[in-house]
């Protein structure tokens, strides 16, 4: 079983930049094998939806259409951590973000369906205003 932990949300006017983190750690000392991780969002009163992946290796990436340019993912594999910097926050930005890792033995382009992804975060809050 692998907990991921996220960090660094909060409130911030539309404009502004963020930086989300996700640490992930496997029970009893193992090794994290993930193949992907990722990030997924939800507002208040809609469906979540993806924001972006990225494979363990680094060698793929995959964007929602709504954050590309904006959102940029990263891997820091030394520390088994994923990282969300967002940039030119908009106020529909605002949600709770969740972290999501994807089990290891997959191959390919990190997918965008949260039904893929078997490790979830508790969420952060980013909050944009405007």
């Known amino acids: 079983q692998v907990q991921l932990v996220e960090s660094g949300g909060g409130l911030v006017q539309a404009g502004d930049s963020l930086r989300l983190s996700c640490t992930a750690s496997?029970?009893?000392?193992?090794?994290?094998?993930?193949?992907?991780m990722g990030w997924f969002r939800q507002a208040p009163g809609k469906e979540r939806e993806f924001v972006a992946a990225?494979?363990?290796?680094?060698?793929?990436?995959n964007y929602a259409d709504s954050v590309k340019g904006r959102f940029t993912i990263s891997m820091d594999n030394a520390k088994n951590m994923v990282v969300l910097q967002m940039n030119s926050l908009k106020p529909q930005d605002t949600a709770v973000y969740y972290c999501?890792?994807?089990?290891?033995?997959?191959?390919?382009?990190?997918?965008?369906?949260?039904?893929?992804?078997?490790?979830w975060g508790q969420g952060t809050q980013v909050t944009v205003s405007s």
């Open positions: 496997a029970a009893s000392g193992r090794t994290v094998t993930n193949s992907a």
């Open positions: 990225i494979n363990w290796s680094s060698t793929g990436t």
């Open positions: 999501v890792g994807r089990r290891g033995g997959f191959f390919g382009p990190p997918p965008n369906y949260a039904r893929e992804y078997d490790y």
